[in-house]
């Protein structure tokens, strides 16, 4: 048996280039100055359904909602070996929480159908919610397994595995359909395969504009992006984005990090002694 395999991958500003311009005034992220990049643990997730591929056969593919330039992480999922992908793109979908975000996602599943098992990364770097994923299984009406690190057997419409619970770890077994979100540590996400990337580094979205451009052979060449807005996967316009996020920041508060105690070190013979010694009293050397 051969398992259909949906990933949700979503592209996250790089909160390791936080700066001062990094909040709006309104305490909302200023996306525009920090560099987008695959949320970590999405990653973890599109491994996971690879390797499920590799080992029982099926198909992986990875669905995003964001802007256009989100099908970025869509090409490098393709890169890594998924097989079809949708990035769902709405300006009504901005400022969606995780409940306005769970539904669009639920809502662009049901689209594709068919599914046997739906794997997210346990949470993304912008938010650290751990919501969606959880949200998604319950709009669907599905069984779900969080903290996944290991598959163990998927045969006969079943899965057993090991997820990460604070004890240690617990065998779960489950029928599928079902939801799983996997943590960091499951496993190592295989790089880019070269030859993947001459295959798919010309993948196009397909839109309006594409067609009258006269890009009709995507599909049939592999190289098919598939857009959807609200309209594409039935949703309503007013249960997603900010009409539909019932969320509401009441406080920000803006954190200055600022250096109190700090010594410096000539550059000297006596200043490196000076150095050593101190490391040494601190335990960093002994």
């Known amino acids: 048996m051969s398992y259909k395999i949906i990933v949700l991958i979503k592209q996250v500003p790089d909160t390791t280039a936080v700066s001062s311009q990094t909040m709006k005034e309104d305490g909302t992220l200023n996306r525009g100055v920090l560099p987008a990049v695959f949320n970590p643990e999405d990653l973890n997730a599109l491994e996971m359904a690879l390797s499920i591929k590799e080992r029982y056969g099926g198909s992986v593919i990875a669905v995003t909602m964001g802007p256009p330039s989100a099908a970025d992480i869509l090409r490098d999922a393709m890169y890594r070996g998924a097989d079809k992908v949708f990035v769902l793109t709405d300006k009504r979908f901005a400022a969606s929480d995780t409940l306005a975000t769970s539904r669009v996602l639920s809502q662009a599943v049901r689209k594709i159908g068919g599914f046997d098992i739906i794997i997210c990364g346990r949470q ?97 060449r592999g190289l098919l992006i598939e857009q959807w807005d609200a309209e594409s996967i039935g949703m309503d316009p007013e249960m997603c984005g900010a009409s539909g996020s019932p969320t509401q920041v009441k406080k920000t508060e803006k954190v200055v990090l600022k250096g109190k105690q700090f010594k410096k070190i000539e550059q000297t013979d006596e200043g490196i002694r000076e150095l050593l010694q101190e490391l040494i009293k601190d335990y960093v050397f002994d």
Not at 127 to 151: C, D, F, M, R, S
């Open 124 to 220: 993304a770097i912008d938010g650290n919610t751990a919501q969606v994923g959880p949200q998604v299984a319950e709009k669907l009406g599905i069984n779900q397994l969080t903290y996944v690190e290991e598959i163990v057997d998927l045969t006969d419409g079943k899965i057993s595995l090991w997820r990460s619970v604070e004890e240690g770890k617990e065998l779960a077994v489950s029928s599928i359909p079902l939801l799983l979100t996997v943590t960091q540590t499951a496993n190592i996400p295989r790089p880019p395969s070269v030859k993947k990337i001459m295959k798919y580094k010309n993948a196009e979205v397909r839109n309006s504009l594409s067609e009258a451009c006269g890009i009709n052979d995507l599909s049939s």
